[in-house]
C-alpha cells in the first residue's frame, strides 16, 4: 500500500549501521563505471564477498547477484548496459560450492516450499542445478553468444569454494 511509513522498528539495525556508516563515510569520488572493466555475475550467498575474493576495491567492479548465480534475462539485460555504457569489458561467472541452488532439483525446492510454508511457487523458475560446472559452461556460452552486449567482451567462469577460498577456473 501507498503512504505506509518507513518500518524503523524492523530495519533499526540497518538505520544503525548506516549512521555510524554515515559517521565515518569519506566520498571517494567514484564514477559509476567499472574502472577495472569488470562485471561478476555471482550468489546472493552472504558468504560471497566478491571484491575480496580477487582482490579489488569499489568503483573496479560491477557485480550482479541472484541465488545460484544465474545468468537470466536480467542479467544479460544488466550487462547490456554495463558493456555499453559502464566500462564493462570482461565479465566472471562465479557460482561457490555448498550452494543451496545446487542442492536440489526445481521440484524438489517447490515441494520443500509448499510442504513447509504452504505457498505453492511453480510459478517461478528458480534455476537449481545438478551439476554445477555444466551450469557454469551453459551460463557463459549465454553471454559469449548474446548478441546484444558490445563487442570484444571476454567472459570467463570459476566456481568459488566457500571452504578454502580458492576459485577453481574452467577451460570453455
Known amino acids: ?15 544503525a549501521g548506516n549512521k555510524k556508516y554515515e559517521t565515518d563515510f569519506e566520498n571517494q569520488h567514484l564514477t559509476g563505471t567499472a574502472a577495472k572493466g569488470l ?3 555471482t550468489c546472493m550467498d ?16 560491477k ?7 544465474r545468468v537470466t534475462d536480467d542479467v544479460l539485460r544488466t550487462l547490456v548496459l554495463a558493456t555499453f555504457l559502464l566500462g564493462v569489458n570482461r565479465v566472471l561467472v562465479m557460482p561457490h560450492t555448498d550452494c543451496r541452488m545446487a542442492s536440489a532439483t526445481e521440484s524438489e525446492i517447490h515441494d520443500l516450499i509448499l510442504k513447509d510454508y504452504k505457498v505453492d511457487t511453480r510459478s517461478v523458475e528458480f534455476r537449481t542445478v545438478t ?10 556460452m549465454r553471454i559469449r553468444t548474446y548478441p546484444l552486449l558490445a ?10 569454494d566457500v571452504s578454502t577460498g580458492k576459485l577453481k577456473t574452467y577451460d570453455y
Open 1 to 15: 500500500m501507498p503512504d505506509q511509513p518507513f518500518p524503523a522498528n524492523e530495519f533499526a539495525d540497518v538505520l
Open 39 to 41: 562485471a561478476i555475475i
Open 46 to 61: 552472504s558468504r560471497i564477498s566478491p571484491l575480496a575474493i580477487v582482490g579489488m576495491a569499489p568503483g573496479d567492479v
Open 131 to 140: 551439476d554445477q560446472a555444466d551450469a557454469l559452461l551453459t551460463d557463459v
Open 151 to 160: 563487442n570484444g567482451v571476454t567472459v570467463a567462469g570459476a566456481i568459488f
Open 63 to 69: 557485480i550482479l547477484r541472484n541465488a545460484g548465480a
